[in-house]
């Protein structure tokens, strides 16, 4: 597979420096390396500056939990700044960047990092995109501030029926009775079905 970079035409395996990044190359599939320099501001171990060389090295991505993304970072100088892998390979390889703008990843896979599997998105888009994959998904026992499991919304519906009070249903699932009562009425939880 070919890219096309500035009019030249780049290879897979073909690493090109990532713009406004001077000390990081990439290549479109997704591989990172550190390029050489020499700091020469370096202190030793007895407290004399002195030039440091750093040889050029492929870097190994640590994937980052949450979000799910893989990042790398190289020491320069005396700090060690962290990049997402996907936004070294976007700014390489891919057009449409304007500042503001995220990097989406076209099949939903967060660290799959090819260029082919990359675009440029509004930070709204960003959002819509990750709706409608599925990659947000905060309805029902999802929603990190749910009380209730799909079981028990199933267990408090068939109650209905049954004319067992809203507040003692409350009481046993530590929910309200309006909302308890919503739940019968499919005014919440509606996406449940029994």
Known sequence: MKHIVNNMVIKMSDWIDVPGIPYFQVTSNGRVKAKSFVNETAVNRWGNVCA????EREITPILINPPGYLKVSALRQKN????????????AFVDGYKDGYHVNHINGIKTDNRASN???????????LAWESGLCNS?????KNSKLTSKQVI????????NISDILLAELTNV????IAKIKNNKTWSEIKE
Do not use: M
């Open 52 to 55: 440091r060389h750093y040889k």
């Open 80 to 91: 060690r700044p962290k990049y997402y892998v996907h936004r070294l390979v976007a700014l």
């Open 118 to 128: 990359l675009e440029w998105v509004t930070s709204a888009q960003n959002i819509k």
């Open 139 to 143: 309805f029902g026992e999802n929603n």
């Open 155 to 162: 267990a408090i519906r068939k109650c209905k029926d049954q």
């Open 176 to 179: 309200t009775a309006a909302c």
